[in-house]
């Protein structure tokens, strides 16, 4: 009997506590070693990790491509594969490679069969992908289930078309389909992260409303501690609450910092929207079993009458390239709101002479107005600035062409009152530009309302 | 007293990709409640700092966790061409400066 078939019986036949470990909220960038190991030493009933987000932006997902690197991505893989199967517990990652699609989850499972092969492991592992099928998708635009998230605009044939990968957040449905099928390793594609943590005591019949509050503080580790950070973190679940507790000593869970949590990368701090019903936090009490350790209770749950599963997508735009400079000039700094857009005409002029307006050129002043959506009317220059002009356009030779001229005229551009003619702009090493890849952006960002949010994502099993 | 005397943390991030979230905490329940009851922190005063009408700003008082949560909509959702702050974890200076 797999891992996972023998954690079922064992507790069905014995019902206690359930004891969960937090692995990593990322994992790829690093799971410190002594707090996993402390969190191995307590006896875990399974261990998972949350390996992906929307947060890290369009690209990943549109490109394929994981946001980790392969060699730390490897090695956390290995790390907690070898914890888990020293215990016989099963391991659950949900979003696999970064952003949960196929090339994600494809790239996530050749690591993990290149260490079973190399470490000579053996186990059963489940596989469940999350891509979307277009063509069930563009039936259910033209049957009216599919509606924008947070004002986006209406999803349309087009956007299903030209998408370069559309995936679904799986529940915690396919998550415990997967645990009854009797395995060792779970590998999931796109999922909410509370599916990872909330199948198994769901599937033992524990609260649900308590059971998706665990999970929804656990997937992060211990960022739910003072200080917060990366390590792992223990949730002991009962029919009653659960009591956290980091597994790096010198991080405490305190009713506060794990209260103040829910707080974080949500827009509601009392209501969190899952496929199949809603975490309802309005009575969630916390309170101290001791200075590290806190209690949660008081989670309600409430199954949905219109299901619905959270769709990402995104679509390619062009090819970016980029131009890094710096100035010091105050009069070129001072000048630069007006001066930078009459640089972009002298480009366009030229890099149009034999072919259409088909880029869009965007500067960035760094020190002046980089970052914030609004500067204060007034406010003092800078000593220095630093300059990013990028430029998106249909192909890599075509943007790499308009920031190499951008380049050559924001150096020598003339402006009024200009003292420094042999150079606008410093450089901190040559070439200037540099062309980063194609550039994607969110086209699909909508709720698909389904009778069945489990059913579209199918659980294969491999044996290694 | 500015917000930045009082606050324990001030941060913002994104909430999906198209809303922001800023999450503001405090020490102690007095400090709390001290600016949950301030007019300083409200949807107009927010709304002027960011550009955006007050009736877009939602505020939630959340005294389990002695803090205020703002959520606003982003104008370019995360990743756009002409985004300037992907994870939207740098939007939350021009609240440091609020008046209590």
Known sequence: MSASGRILREIRANRRPLRLLGASGQLGYGVPTPAFNAGLARKPDMIGCDMGSIDIGPTYLGKGEMATSPESTRRDLRKVLLGARSLDIPLIIGSAGSAGAAAHLDATLAIVRDIARSDKLTFRMAIIRADTDREMLIEAIRAGKVTGLDDMPDLTEQDVRDAANIVGQMGTGPFRAALEADVDVIIAGRACDTGIFAALPTALGFPTGLSVHMAKIVECASLCCVPGGRDSILAILDDDGFVLESMNPDRRATPISVAAHSLYEQSDPFTVHEPDGALDLTNAQYVAVDDRRARVSGAAWHDSTDPTIKLEGATKIGERAILLCGSADPRFIAQSKELLPKVAIVVRDLVCEEAPEDYTLRFRVYGVDGVRMIVPPGEAMPGEVFIMAECIAPTRERASEVVRTCKQFLLHYGYPGRLSTAGNIAFPFTPPEISVGPAYRFTVYHLLHVDDVDALFPVEVETL | ?100
């Open chain 2, 1 to 100: 007293m500015k917000l930045s005397e009082i606050a324990q943390v001030v941060r913002s991030k994104n909430a999906g990709p198209r809303r922001l979230t800023f999450d503001i905490m405090f020490g102690s329940d007095e400090d709390y409640r001290r600016v949950a009851q301030s007019p300083g922190l409200s949807a107009e005063t927010i709304g002027g700092l960011y550009g955006v009408p007050a009736s877009e700003v939602a505020i939630f008082p959340y005294p389990v966790g002695r803090a205020i949560k703002v959520v606003l909509a982003r104008k370019i959702m995360a990743g756009d061409p002409g985004d300037f702050d992907v994870y939207g974890a740098q939007q939350h200076a021009p609240l440091l400066g609020i008046e209590l």
